[in-house]
């Protein structure tokens, strides 16, 4: 069997090729150009029809969302979701809040902080609020376990691809002790850091090198214009 990885340097991309090292799987990685539109073209729109990243392809299967994608792997090799029912349920409850609650606001987050074409106080203030809000149930869940769920897991994984970008949100994360903690150790883990080069090459980093380049870009892929002063 083939895997092959659709994938580009975004949080969910890496939730996948940090699953794949962690799981040990071979697989061929296609590393797209977002900000060139190469996931709107109608060859990937058949693998993705929410064109979007990441997207597997398992032979000649293709599974979207990244956390479905988290799961198939998991059951595939039989290991990072625990088999016990009341185990597995609560991995994937954590595995959940990432998907429909912390990746969302903070994703809505940066769009008004960075790529909006007006200034929003309020509305980032709101999405900001959020972030911080899954920062502390993230914080409390951590003052008395190593992980979310057990053993290291796909939910450990998922939130810890977006908690490392809090910077970038604008939210800090140090006052979250216990989550500080939880996001120092999974960056030390081997795999995780061979995750993270996954794409090692990508015409996302090279635009991601000038921040005010990439921002102006990714407003024109978007289709809301500049920022206003």
């Known amino acids: 069997m083939s895997l092959i990885l659709f994938t580009a340097p975004t949080p969910d991309g890496y939730k996948i090729s940090i699953a794949l090292?962690?799981?040990?799987?071979?697989?061929?990685?296609?590393?797209l150009d977002l900000t060139g539109g190469e996931q709107k073209r109608p060859d990937f729109l058949k693998l993705n029809p929410n064109g979007k990243v990441p997207c597997l392809v398992d032979d000649g299967f293709a599974i979207m969302e990244s956390g479905?994608?988290?799961?198939?792997?998991?059951?595939?090799?039989?290991?990072?979701?625990?088999?016990?029912?009341?185990?597995?349920?609560?991995?994937?409850?954590?595995?959940?809040?990432?998907?429909?609650?912390?990746?969302?606001m903070m994703g809505q987050a940066n769009?008004?902080?960075h790529f909006w074409p007006e200034?929003?106080?309020?509305?980032?203030?709101?999405?900001?609020?959020?972030?911080?809000?899954?920062?502390?149930?993230?914080?409390?869940?951590?003052?008395?376990?190593?992980?979310?769920?057990?053993?290291f897991s796909i939910a450990d994984i998922a939130h810890f691809c977006w908690v490392r970008t809090a910077g970038w949100t604008?939210?800090?994360?140090?006052?979250?002790?216990?989550?500080?903690?939880?996001?120092a150790a999974i960056a030390a883990r081997p795999a995780v850091q061979r995750g993270l080069k996954v794409p090692e090459h990508s015409p996302l980093k090279e635009k991601q090198g000038d921040?005010?380049?990439?921002?102006?870009?990714?407003?024109?892929?978007?289709?809301?214009?500049?920022?206003q002063a």
Request: net charge positive; hydrophobic share 45%.
């Open 111 to 113: 769009l008004f902080g």
């Open 68 to 104: 479905a994608i988290l799961l198939w792997l998991a059951e595939k090799a039989g290991h990072l979701l625990p088999t016990d029912p009341h185990a597995r349920s609560e991995t994937l409850q954590w595995l959940m809040l990432q998907v429909g609650g912390l990746g969302p």
């Open 21 to 31: 090292e962690e799981l040990g799987l071979a697989y061929e990685v296609r590393t």
């Open 119 to 151: 200034k929003l106080p309020a509305v980032q203030a709101r999405y900001l609020g959020e972030v911080k809000r899954f920062f502390a149930i993230l914080d409390a869940r951590l003052a008395t376990r190593d992980y979310l769920a057990g053993d």
């Open 170 to 183: 604008g939210v800090n994360a140090a006052p979250f002790s216990h989550l500080s903690r939880w996001l």
């Open 211 to 227: 921040n005010r380049a990439f921002i102006e870009r990714t407003r024109k892929l978007m289709g809301i214009g500049p920022r």
